[in-house]
């Protein structure tokens, strides 16, 4: 048996999102990247969540057995991501312990019109605006030929986003939720208590969206999945 932490960016994101969060735990870990994105950037982007799932799927399925315990963690987009592949590792006989979910509100809860834009402008007022990037930056070369055309694509997938179908009853995993207190995108995080008939509890950090940019709330977040690596029958977050 071996503890696997798997981990899923936001939109846009890298697999090196998570580097100083799971720093020194005590697991195995395997950040996924997205295709189309950073280290895979000249290989085709999904065409829809369904596309996105069933490919990351067949690359987890690799990596994993089932006598592991996996522990899913995933930021905003990847919030989504974990959960659907939660679903689908559970579906297929595996053991899921836990989800870390960072600023994503439940998919019934979601406001996919804030993610909704009628051009590149659109998009980057709103990285403006919720992440402070400057538009210097925003409107550089490299960020419109490298960068824009992976976040573009990952906004449309999640405005284009239905839940998939789901296990006759709800998950079977704890969910721990992470949210920023003055996040503008999510306004709360308790309804996927309605997703699991395990435990879900939630953790509060200071700052936005963003706030794994703040040392401490990185510090917090590592000290949560810590303890969670060697829960056994106990709940405590």
Known sequence: MSKKLITFPCAGGSANNFNKIIKNLDCKIYS???SGHWTRYEERAYDSMEDC???LYSEIEEIVT??????????SMGAIVAYEIAVRLLEHGFIVKTLFLLACMPPDEMDYQKITFENNDGIKKFLNEIRQIPLKVLD???FEEELLPSIRNDFSILSNYETMPK????INAR????SGVHDPLVQRMSGWQRYTSNICSCVEC??????????LNISKINIVISRQLSVDLEWNV
Not at 66 to 75: A, K, M, N, P, S
Not at 167 to 170: A, Q, V, Y
Not at 206 to 215: C, T
Request: aromatic fraction near 14%; proline fraction near 0%.
């Open 206 to 215: 200071e700052g936005a969206h963003f706030f794994l940019d703040d040392s």
């Open 175 to 178: 969910i721990i939720c992470i």
């Open 140 to 142: 550089s070369e490299f």
């Open 32 to 34: 996924m990247e997205y």
């Open 167 to 170: 296990l006759s009853e709800k």
């Open 53 to 55: 799932i069933e490919s």
């Open 66 to 75: 089932e006598t592991d315990e996996i522990f899913l963690l995933g930021h």
